[in-house]
């Protein structure tokens, strides 16, 4: 008799994302009058172009493909060399940070390998994060059986919150020494959903918390290519880094691929996990084997196309790209605090967090911004407890669209 | 401090087909004047272009991408709804099988899905595979916790190994009814390595045990385009498989997407798993669940050339390159025949699996076909134990490539 993996079925509703969608399906189907003026900015989907190098470099690349002499086949598991090494040379070691080329993971972007990585561990590690959060940590961590059931409240047993609030600017503090220590702490900076990112000394105080209790952080960095304003970037700026932590990264919102689906996986060789005895078991050659074993990673085009990113003129379209979505974002962040609400984020990141204006829960503002402004936001509360009374709004989407967006909260803001 | 999953460190030696290409390398290396030489039949890779239809609308697709106006962002976490339409109704529904849109699931290969599926059952299911297999199941299920350790001959404890041997003709018979059960069933066909083919009866008396035991069976017909002789290509053929049977193809061989990297999962909506306590649980639900919240699936631009595959003639290409590499089949069947070596396979599969002409084990002869022919081909002992004494030989080149192995094995076996 086959069974089922159980843990399945303690996942609470349906996940965050497609429920928004549903709800918005639901409004246009009620109201298809109005259903042509629903601006999205709740996803955080990219909605610019591709970059031209990384168009030009996708089509050579298929064209490659239907030329016998030039076919590729298979490729390596843990992605083509010449990428790895455009990575490890592009994002860290011309930035001074020592990261070898086969200690880049290409894959298919940083929500799968978030995911993914909790392949090489045990089930059953302790596991923090941040509250609000980006759902998919916490989804992915429920079937691996990493918590136990869900709580009546939102969240899961077993999983340690770190309660991110307006007390302590929704930046994650180091946790009590009294309390026991997390195995697994997932940190994402600049923070999705809050747009918060955090200073050095913060995390310095994270990698020496890590170091300290043996644990392993997972730093989604997605969102570094908008962090501007010279907190870290890379986790492997802070020294120890290399010993602890496990970095993200994805060409989703620097390169728009979010269509495209590709990313990477920072692991350092020089990180161990432990079994339940004691030993040090480095990760790396565990997580190319994984990789060899499990996938063939993505297309060959693809992988050109994010090689494409490190060209100097794919530098200069990425810049130009994260430039009009900052844009978009002073637009909102302006726009909101013009209206006198309270906002995080924004400025280093592509999200501006704002507390609900009406005293309503979060989901209430959803429905009632959707219906009064057909405007799609996220509402704070499917990030988690803390983020009941707050709701994110994407700042990718046409200028066009973001200064409507800053008209029709106008409006809606009058009638608060 | 943080657990390493400890099933990973029972793997025995790495990965088969990286260890193939580790040997090939060193001998490139010792005998660069020979390297040039060196024909490869080994890893089971396409070696013919795309597709022209395949290659237009992934140019079409990334131009796309180029447009704001025709920009496309995140995709649905299970494929494009037009791309599972095309397939349900391509390969099933116009042969008679019905199989719903929504229960095709789009992925990046049958190799990752053949292990990504293991996350929606639970670790500790006891596991059959026929011997010789793929490697790629085994060391998927040594990862998810569902083996003991290696065993001193190959192997792993725990794993129940369905021997195929010349005097069964490499076909996987039915357990005893004895014997204890397996939860999940691991079966392929048209066979890799074997190249055999397993007909109508036999299907269907896998089904019937499934059934009786609550089994589900893992089909992977990831070589059908290669079976025309009539037996089923899908088990869906079979009355009784949509309560028992995932079924796996990809597009690798049938449209040369080895390095596009897509394929697809059926999994019916009348399929079961169960809870410890014996209740039934669908599994649609979970694998929905599973793709939408760690994946984005594959890359825009790969969708839309797979779906170019069910035009009529993307349809007629695929029948050109089967045919193709079948007649490279046929030669490489008829050469070994005339050198009176024993052989299975070839006819309706891209595999040639022969018995070792020489008495020595397979590895040795792996060497051998190396070193005197310069051809490489896949030692039997790779697949299992049952494996040991044969070799595969795949059809994957180009003509002249094959004509050329087969004068070498020619003179190999000349000096035999």
Known sequence: MALVNENYLKLAAGY???????????????????????IRCGIGDVTEPLPPSAIRAMHAATDELANRATFKGYGPGTGYESVRAAIAEGDF?????????????????????CGNILEILAAGNRVAVTDPVYPAYVDANVMFGNTGAALAGGGYEGIVYISCT??????????????????????????????????RPLVEAWVAYALRHRAIIFWDAAYECFNRGGAPKSIYEIPGARECAVEFRSFSKSGGFTGVRCGYTVLPKSLHAYTRTGEAVALHPLWTRRWNTRSNNVSYAVQRGAEALYTPEG?????????????????????????????????????????VPDGSDSWSFFERLLREARVVTTPGAGFGRCGEGYF????FNSRANVEEVVRRLGAVACAV
């Open 16 to 38: 965050f994302f497609p429920e928004i969608s549903r709800r918005v399906n639901a409004f246009a189907a009620e109201r298809p009058d109005l259903a042509k003026e629903i």
């Open 93 to 113: 070691r011309s930035r001074g940070i020592p990261v070898a080329d086969d200690e880049i993971f290409l894959s298919d972007g940083s929500k799968c390998d």
């Open 166 to 199: 307006e007390e302590n600017g929704f930046l994650p503090e180091v946790p009590d020494e009294r309390a026991p220590a997390p195995d697994i702490i997932y940190l994402c900076s600049p923070n999705n959903p809050t747009g918060t990112v955090m200073d």
């Open 315 to 355: 530098k200069r379209e990425i810049a130009a790209l994260v430039d009009f979505y900052m844009g978009n974002a002073r637009v909102l962040l302006e726009g909101c605090r013009q209206l006198g609400w309270k906002t995080w984020g924004g400025d280093n990141a592509p999200y501006v967090w704002c507390k």
């Open 392 to 395: 994110r709004i994407s700042a």
